[in-house]
């Protein structure tokens, strides 16, 4: 089981980028899955999640209207597109796949991938 999350990098206020976060030894799915971010000294806050069923998507106030969740369910991946980027972007981004099992909870999280904004 692996969740490998790529795309990050050093962009200029305004700019785009796409994150991916690509599943093995499970299907995205059938998990509801995560995209967080840590910025340096802060903790960890949640920045869009995608239900199961694709029915159910939220996203921060922070990022609203500039950062969007999509899944492609052949490819087994799940993507970010942030727009609009902000210095206050600037993190690492996580990718994490959760699902109730009647065995207990399947939490699996990647190693993430660091956004830099910056000019």
């Known amino acids: 089981v692996q969740l490998v999350e790529s795309g990050g990098g050093l962009v200029q206020p305004g700019g785009s980028l796409t994150l991916s976060c690509a599943a093995s030894?499970?299907?995205?799915?059938?998990?509801?899955m995560t995209w967080h971010r840590q910025a340096p000294g802060k903790e960890r806050e949640m920045v869009a999640s995608?239900?199961?069923?694709?029915?159910?998507?939220a996203i921060a106030d922070s990022v609203k209207g500039r950062f969007t969740i999509s899944r492609d369910n052949t490819e087994n991946t799940v993507y970010l597109q942030m727009n609009n980027l902000k210095p206050e972007d600037t993190a690492v981004y996580y990718c994490?796949?959760?699902?109730?099992?009647?065995?207990?909870?399947?939490?699996?999280w990647g190693k993430g991938t660091l956004v830099t904004v910056s000019s």
């Open positions: 995608m239900s199961s069923s694709a029915a159910n998507i």
């Open positions: 994490q796949a959760f699902q109730r099992s009647p065995v207990g909870p399947v939490d699996y």
């Open positions: 030894g499970f299907t995205v799915s059938s998990h509801v």
